[in-house]
């Protein structure tokens, strides 16, 4: 209704009116924006702004317009019961945070673009079919991320600087996605029918100050929306949008 978006306050003020395309789906709960285009039917929700949104506002994009790549449900995750633990094989003080933990650290804040490894993907398509689906031109966003420099939470955990060859930082969402590759590269841990989506980047990377890899909770002066990681998700300058996590739950450093 008119009057609730007029006077709404957050995206919270709207969840009991959700898009009618979201109705039956997983996703009912989670606000949305009607304007984004969708591009692989209702679900799972894979959207991008229509190219007029990029020539109104330009540099930074309404959070609510960002583009989105969803491999399965959005999860329902609450700000108060979230953690984020930091473990693995190369760390002396494991721990985890509290999403409160995490907001009384220094923060850092900066503009991110965010694009699609597939964007422009349909214009492909035209000349030779691929595996992926129609991404046009919008597949690409901008917005200002704030959150934690992911070097000063494994400094904390005494992570150094030593030795960095040959590691790496795996980031691991909280999904459970249905598992389309099979029993995986080890035999003595072999994959089940359900697998969390899972990335990793260089030690070396991760401790960089210059590339500003960021443990982030806020886009746009705002908490993140559901759809972009709420409550907390992995932001790294520079790589593209599907190496960085959403719902984020775990940090491991590994060699």
């Known amino acids: 209704p008119e009057n609730v978006i007029k006077n709404a306050k957050t ?42 949104v990029h020539n109104e506002f330009k ?56 694009v699609c490894a597939g964007n422009r993907r349909k214009e492909q398509n035209m000349i030779r079919q691929t595996i992926g689906f129609n991404w046009g031109a919008s597949g690409v966003s901008t917005n200002v991320y704030k959150g934690v420099s992911l070097r000063s939470l494994l400094l904390q955990a005494g992570v150094t600087e030593d030795n960095m060859s040959g590691k790496h930082v795996e980031f691991i969402g909280v999904e459970d996605l249905p598992n389309k590759v099979g029993p995986g590269p080890f035999p003595d841990q072999q994959w089940g029918k359900l697998v969390k989506y899972g990335t990793s980047i260089p030690l070396s990377r991760a401790m960089n100050p210059a590339y500003d890899v960021l443990i982030a909770y806020q886009a746009n002066g705002e908490v993140l929306q559901p759809d972009h990681g709420y409550p907390v998700r992995l932001i790294i300058p520079g790589y593209i949008g599907g190496r960085m996590i959403k719902w984020l739950r775990e940090i491991n450093v590994l060699e």
Not at 31 to 37: A, I, Q, S, T, Y
């Open 59 to 114: 540099f930074i994009t309404p959070s609510s317009l960002h583009y989105v790549r969803n491999h399965g449900a959005c999860p329902d995750l609450k700000w108060e019961d979230h953690k984020v633990s930091i473990g693995g094989s190369c760390v002396p003080n494991k721990r985890e945070i509290t999403m409160d933990e995490l907001v009384a650290m220094p923060p850092r804040e900066l503009p991110v673009t965010l």
């Open 11 to 52: 995206m919270w003020d709207v969840k009991s009116y959700p898009d009618h395309r979201d109705k039956g789906t997983p996703d009912e709960w989670v606000p949305r924006d009607g304007r984004l285009v969708r591009l692989t039917g209702r679900h799972p929700f894979n959207v991008e702004p229509p190219l007029s």
